[in-house]
């Protein structure tokens, strides 16, 4: 329910349905425009994939009408009506299964309660990471070791034990359900279901060995978790429309920003996102964009419409 979620796994559905596999997508109206024309591209190439559209309950969460990503969420007030959204998802979804009769169930981390779905449905549910096994890793030890309770500051660092690395974090670098002492937080109880839900049968990460080995053998040695590599995923994008026209529409056209790329030597860009949900005070901003000017590197950096008016 995120752009930098939705996007690998049209692209891991699109892979397996390359290899002769049935897919479908399950997912709710209005995240269907990101990524229908792709899919309707591999249908005219003969590739057996579909979309199946399920009702986002916005209104039974109490959530403004279109509130269906959390690209989309104004508050934080809304992230605990956005979870309970996301909950009230599985009744459908299982009609869905039920009436597909799939084989198997690939479904995002965000779903925890996936694993139980497919479990009663007796298919194996595969969990899909999007992020890596480096922060996974790091997020397990954190967890487990709970360093961060022996730093007297925010800003203390402290070392994250029990990984093939040196890691050093502060308080102020974690994210902040570790720091929140509140009983009832419902994004640490949320975090900790998703944790849970991955032990089912295995993981699909959006990485490859060669990236991370050292973390790619903790996560399944030491961690205990199965996994598989698959990515990059968006690799599986090779002609210019496929790679131009994922997810939101961007405020600059593809051939200019190819242009210029074909103007520069070989090797010679940064690029530079931070994704679509962060949000970066105006100092910040700046900051990031004084050092990118003295580095002296060619670069493309991503921002928000937003972000773009708070460095004006």
């Not at 981390?109 to 899909?128: D, E, H, N, Q």
């Not at 003295?294 to 493309?300: C, D, K, M, P």
Request: overall charge neutral; glycine content about 6%; hydrophobic content about 40%.
């Amino acid at each position: 329910m995120a752009y930098g979620h939705i996007l690998p796994t049209i692209d891991m559905a699109r892979l397996f349905a390359r290899r002769r596999v049935k897919a479908t997508i399950v997912t709710t109206l209005l995240n269907v425009p990101g990524f229908s024309k792709a899919i309707e591209r591999e249908r005219e190439l003969g590739v057996e994939i579909s979309i199946r559209v399920i009702k986002f309950p916005y209104a039974e969460a109490g959530l403004p009408e279109g509130c269906e990503s959390l690209n989309y969420l104004n508050t934080l007030e809304m992230i605990p009506k956005f979870l309970h959204a996301i909950n009230l998802l599985e009744q459908p979804f299982i009609e869905i299964l039920e009436e597909c009769q799939p084989d198997c169930l690939v479904a995002d981390m965000l779903f925890p309660w996936a694993t139980g779905v497919a479990s009663k449905l007796g298919i194996p549910r595969l969990y899909f990471n999007g992020t890596s096994f480096f922060a996974m890793c790091v997020l397990d030890s954190v967890r487990r070791y709970e360093p961060y309770k022996r730093a007297e500051s925010d800003f203390e660092p402290f070392v994250v034990p029990g990984l093939p690395d040196l890691i050093k974090k502060t308080k102020l670098q974690l994210p902040t359900y570790f720091r929140d002492s509140t009983e009832q937080n419902l994004f640490r109880e949320f975090m900790g279901q998703i944790w849970e839900s991955d032990l089912n049968y295995g993981v699909l990460m959006n990485s490859f060995r060669e990236l991370e080995p050292a973390y790619s053998e903790h996560y399944r040695k030491v961690m205990g978790r199965k996994a598989w590599h698959i990515g990059p995923l968006s690799l599986c994008n090779r002609n210019i429309e496929d790679k131009a026209k994922r997810g939101d529409k961007a405020s600059i056209d593809e051939h200019e920003c190819l242009r210029w790329l074909d103007s520069k030597k070989a090797n010679s860009v940064l690029y530079i996102c931070f994704g679509s949900l962060f949000n970066f005070s105006a100092p910040q901003l700046l900051e990031i964009a004084m050092a990118l000017e003295a580095s002296g590197l060619n670069f493309i950096w991503v921002v928000r419409t937003e972000e773009k008016e708070r460095m004006k």
